[in-house]
């Protein structure tokens, strides 16, 4: 068979090849994307029976009284379902919000059961947990609002019925102020999931042993290079990036490079310069290639430059909001809505927990390598004029 010609990986005429350049695609590489993908399958296919095996032994210790085990059974549970199927851990998210309740964990409880509502808001477990949280938080008035929800949505629970006249008589002896009825309920019972199972072509979540592999938190070059010999022993991340694409050889794709934005030459960016295995859109399009797509994706990377720079500046960055291009992309759409913030105090457990809002990692507004970029010219990332040397710097 006569070799495929591609310069997907092809570096630009004026810049010379490394030693180590391969062209792609080639029977190599389509040999170990077609195994991973089989791994991958394997892998998804054991989460119900991982996740059921967890949820189990979780329940044995809880019912034995041993609350810290049970919880970390569950959070494995949750674990187990992977990036798209909040649905499926619901159950396992009930039985943390009990777990953290007998610990007396109340404001984790609180937090875990808002989490449960957004999955299901119609659920009358997690809606009356959360209100017996918010009692002993002495959070009244969003407690009463909870029992009222969940008799609701079943007249017959007693037991809410006693929480609710308990927690009134406590409201009418302190002489709380009313509260907000929208805030207090969200998210409503007649609101839509805001956290639903998704369906995932690639599986790229059951590449666990590199989707896990978090390191130093420095992206690994020879990695996204096909080059790590080190396996599980690298220091650095194998992990996904939200600075990159994930390939269908597990690798992490230059966002920057596939919107024309990348500085860096092949040999020194930190991910792959190869569009060769990323995966094809819903019609089997290499949607990298349409440049309507791509200018999509390069106008949502600077949107997301100027969030970030917002929020650490209190302001737009000058001359019209241009970044460098190489903010971290955070900018994902995925708040709780109602004006709440993100964060549960605790490690995350699945993707869709994540609601993005935190921008510590912006490092005002600015990428790791922008920074570098700036220090080298005895700027700082902080100085009034930084986003004026970067934009000249970038040829702006």
């Known amino acids: 068979m006569p070799p495929r010609a591609s310069t997907s990986t092809r570096p630009p005429p004026d810049e010379p090849l490394p030693y180590w350049y391969v062209a792609e695609p080639n029977e190599a590489r389509d040999r170990e994307a077609a195994e991973r993908k089989e791994k991958r399958a394997a892998h998804a296919a054991s989460r119900p ?10 329940n044995d210790l809880f019912k034995a009284g041993d609350y810290l085990g049970a919880l970390d059974e569950y959070n ?7 990036r798209y199927r909040p649905a499926m851990a619901l159950p396992a998210v009930l039985n943390v919000i009990q777990t953290y309740l007998k610990l007396n964990m109340f404001e984790e409880a609180e937090e875990e059961a808002t989490l449960a509502l ?12 959360r209100g017996l949280a918010r009692k002993e938080l002495d959070m ?24 609710l006249a308990e927690t009134q008589k406590q409201l009418d002896e302190a002489e709380y102020g009313d509260g907000d009825d929208e805030e207090d309920a969200y998210p409503a019972p007649d609101d839509e999931p805001e956290l639903k199972d998704e369906d995932d072509e690639t599986g790229y979540e059951s590449d666990s042993s590199d989707w896990n592999h978090a390191g130093n938190g420095t992206p690994c070059r020879y990695y996204n290079q096909s080059r790590c010999k080190r396996g599980s022993d690298c220091t650095f991340s194998h992990a996904p990036d939200t600075r990159a694409l994930r390939d269908n050889l597990g690798r992490n794709v230059c966002i920057d490079f596939i919107t024309g934005r990348c500085r860096h030459s092949l040999d020194r960016c930190f991910f792959s310069h190869s569009t060769a295995y990323l995966p094809l859109d819903e019609n089997g399009c290499k949607w990298w290639e349409d440049k309507k797509a791509v200018r999509a994706m390069r106008e949502a990377r600077a949107f997301a430059d100027e969030m970030a720079y917002f929020s650490a500046h209190g302001r737009f960055p000058p001359k019209g909001g241009r970044g460098s291009g190489r903010g971290h992309g955070r900018g994902s759409g995925r708040g709780r809505g109602s004006g709440r913030s993100g964060g549960y105090g605790r490690t995350r457990r699945a993707p869709w927990e994540d609601d993005y809002d935190d921008y510590d990692d912006y490092e005002y507004g600015f990428s790791r390598s922008d920074i570098d970029e700036l220090l080298c010219q005895g700027v700082k990332p902080w100085d009034d004029d930084a986003w004026d040397v970067l934009d000249v710097l970038n040829g702006y």
């Open 49 to 58: 029976a991982r996740f059921e095996e967890h949820k189990n032994k979780g």
């Open 76 to 82: 494995q549970a949750i674990r187990a379902t992977g």
């Open 118 to 129: 957004r999955i299901d808001p119609k659920n009358v477990k997690a809606r009356f947990r």
């Open 140 to 163: 009244l008035y969003p407690a009463i609002i909870d029992f009222e929800t969940s008799l609701k949505l079943e007249p017959t629970l007693e037991v809410a019925r006693k929480e």
